[in-house]
């Protein structure tokens, strides 16, 4: 059953889940990915370059997002442990073990796709 299939059978039986819904409709996101490694991160844990983690300005510590490098099609899936970046246009930042999976360098055009929480 598809998502809209699923809306239009509980909002006919006079269901409303527009917060449980909302989530998956928002899953997906695309922008300039950035490195950043060293420090301390929002959630205090130590930002390990050789980690698979990335800041995201939204999205819950522990979700799990797949950053798909639109330049070659690589991807890489991340945990959220900071917040950022700060800069216009960019949608995560990414340590260097993650940009390095996705053959990124410096920065990169990227789609995200939210895979849940750890």
């Known amino acids: 059953m598809t998502r809209k299939t699923l809306t239009r059978t509980l909002l006919s039986a006079g269901i409303v889940l527009a917060s449980a819904l909302a989530p998956?409709?928002?899953s997906a996101q695309s922008g300039i990915a950035?490195?950043?490694s060293g420090g301390r991160t929002a959630n205090g844990e130590?930002?390990?370059s050789?980690?698979?983690t990335a800041a995201h300005k939204s999205?819950?510590?522990g979700t799990r997002v797949r950053v798909t490098n639109k330049r070659n099609g690589r991807s890489v899936v991340v945990r959220i442990n900071d917040r950022g970046p700060y800069v216009a246009g960019?949608?995560?930042d990414v340590t260097p073990a993650a940009a390095?999976?996705?053959g990124m360098d410096g920065l990169a055009p990227v789609e995200l796709t939210v895979m849940g929480r750890s």
């Open 24 to 26: 998956v409709a928002a």
């Open 34 to 36: 950035s490195v950043y």
């Open 46 to 48: 130590h930002a390990s």
């Open 50 to 52: 050789g980690g698979l």
């Open 59 to 61: 999205l819950p510590f």
């Open 90 to 92: 960019r949608v995560i």
């Open 100 to 102: 390095r999976a996705i």
